[in-house]
């Protein structure tokens, strides 16, 4: 058991020194939903879900296309209408596995990587706009 606490962090910090070295080259960054929401209805961008297609059903923000990085849809990186030259847009649920598939998308020759801070949980949570199995959620207004 500690054996396997001590893979995972070390599997962690791994992760996140290399996503550090990425900031630094400018090629990934964080961005705050709001921000995040400004790219999403950019025509010029490529948006990716990160999730399960299971996910991807329960909500999903509009535009996105389902990548999924646990059943290795990643190895097919290929296959999918993606442009390298235009910013990529990346979101999973809480944002742990996005971090692993921007070295992915660095790898395969991605320069502009943006990440959704705190991922897709937060964006639901702040409600943000996003699909809903048939229909569209839209943020609640103040009154």
Known sequence: MKNGIYFLLAFF???????????????????????????????SINLIDVRTAGEFEKSHIS??????????????????????NKPTLIYCETQHRSLFVAKILYKNGFRSILDLD???????????????KDSLSIPKTEQ
């Open 13 to 43: 910090f791994l992760a996140s020194c290399s996503i550090h070295r990425l900031t630094k080259k400018g090629v990934y960054k964080e961005l705050e939903p709001t921000a995040f929401l400004n790219y999403v209805n950019d025509s």
């Open 63 to 84: 535009g996105a296309i389902n990548i999924n990085y646990i059943g290795g849809d990643f190895k097919n990186l290929d296959s999918f209408p993606l442009d390298k």
């Open 118 to 132: 705190k991922g897709m949980m937060h964006w639901r949570k702040i409600n943000m706009p996003f699909i809903e």
